[in-house]
């Protein structure tokens, strides 16, 4: 079989980000609260269950294209653990970031439509202090997104490993997303994704853009930590930088 060229790794690292940002924020903006009187909709369970459908559905469709990353946080931690060579690193961000914002401005223009929707704090944006959904403070927030990256990695690593079952690793990854989800969407909105982030934030106004550093910074950190630190703990049977991070981690070999 051919392997992909980066033309088709970067188009499924596009396609998979705007999937990710449409069907995690759109869910949060569109059907949370969808008569827009404070009523609960599909509530905190069903937009975790959202971002966690959108990455399994798109790990088992793009994984073996370009590595299903769909995540500037995930690239870098694939690169510094040796899943993914370093030159793909600024091709990925860009095209993450891009399919980000496309997702942004169609959630925007299709919830414009609505006769009485306000972007202006409605966007599912990440934020800390008074821009959290429960106030929680930047300590908390950026203790979280570190922790809860750190800990997506490890699963996201773990379940593409060599010696990890095959065919399983997008299950373990949207499970695990969900799982974040469910624990901090009440701190942040949940990001531990700089382009699912980026996607909303200047839609959203309302202080989001001034606060992104924070979504890019503490993902990136945790990631960062997670690549350095999974090889350590639980060695690395082969590396696997010469071809996309969850190259034959999806099938039979």
Known sequence: MTAPTMAHRLAAEFVGTFLLVL???GAAVFAANP??????GIGFLGVSLAFGLTVLTGVYAFGTISGGHFNPAVTLGAALAKRVEWKALPAYWIVQVIGGLVAGAVIYWVAKGRADFTPTGHMAANGFGEHSPFNYSLAAVVIAEVLLTFLFLLVILGATDDRAPKGFAGLAIGLML???????????NTSVNPARSTGVAFFNGDGAPAQLWVFWLAPLVGAAIAGVVYPLLFGRNEELADRPVRDD???PA
């Open 249 to 251: 981690a999806l099938g």
């Open 23 to 25: 069907g995690g924020c």
């Open 35 to 40: 008569a827009g009187d404070g009523s609960v």
């Open 178 to 188: 969900t799982l974040i989800h469910l624990i901090s969407i009440p701190i942040s």
